[in-house]
């Protein structure tokens, strides 16, 4: 129980390395507001700038959205230590979205918005970056493991 503990704190702690990482190379490498390819009819990268939280909601509140971010971490934090019995699948999930919201919760914090960098090419959608991908994974993890159960809450 211990053990599965650790791992999602160990996971939350890999997502903000990866995620101020590759933040830090975007910033450093990427032009703001230009596009490059980098996987061919896939993914460009394109610095942005986001004030705002999911799909730009809320833009210009900076404030808000890292007071947001930082109770969320705090809650998933407590969540993870209040857990009766952890199973792998919601060890990671937790784990992924407290990485994902001390990721972009710090941005918010340090610069007063976040840095988003990935561009799908074929669709339409909001630049993104991978604390956002953790989040995503973390829903997707949530929903495994409720259908692992057949829609059973399990404890």
């Given at each position: 129980m211990r053990r599965l503990r650790n791992l999602a704190f160990?996971?939350?702690a890999l997502v903000l390395l990866l995620?101020?990482?590759?933040?830090?190379?975007a910033v450093a490498n990427l032009p703001l507001g230009s596009s490059s390819t980098f996987l061919p009819g896939l993914l460009s990268l394109q610095l942005v700038r986001n004030t705002g939280a999911a799909f730009s909601l809320f833009s210009g509140n900076p404030q808000l959205?890292?007071?947001?971010?930082?109770?969320?971490?705090?809650?998933?934090?407590?969540?993870?230590?209040?857990q009766g019995q952890l199973t792998l699948t919601r060890s990671l999930g937790i784990g992924?979205?407290?990485g994902g919201a001390l990721g972009n919760g710090l941005d918010r914090?340090?610069?007063g918005y976040v840095v988003d960098f990935l561009a799908l090419v074929p669709v339409s959608f909001p630049v993104f970056n991978l604390a956002d991908v953790a989040i995503?994974?973390?829903v997707l993890c949530f929903?495994?493991?409720?259908?692992?159960?057949h829609g059973q809450a399990s404890v």
């Open positions: 160990a996971c939350a995620d101020q990482l590759s933040k830090a190379l959205l890292g007071l947001v971010s930082l109770l969320v971490s705090i809650g998933v934090a407590v969540w993870i230590q209040r992924l979205l407290l914090w340090r610069l995503n994974l973390a929903a495994i493991e409720l259908l692992g159960n």
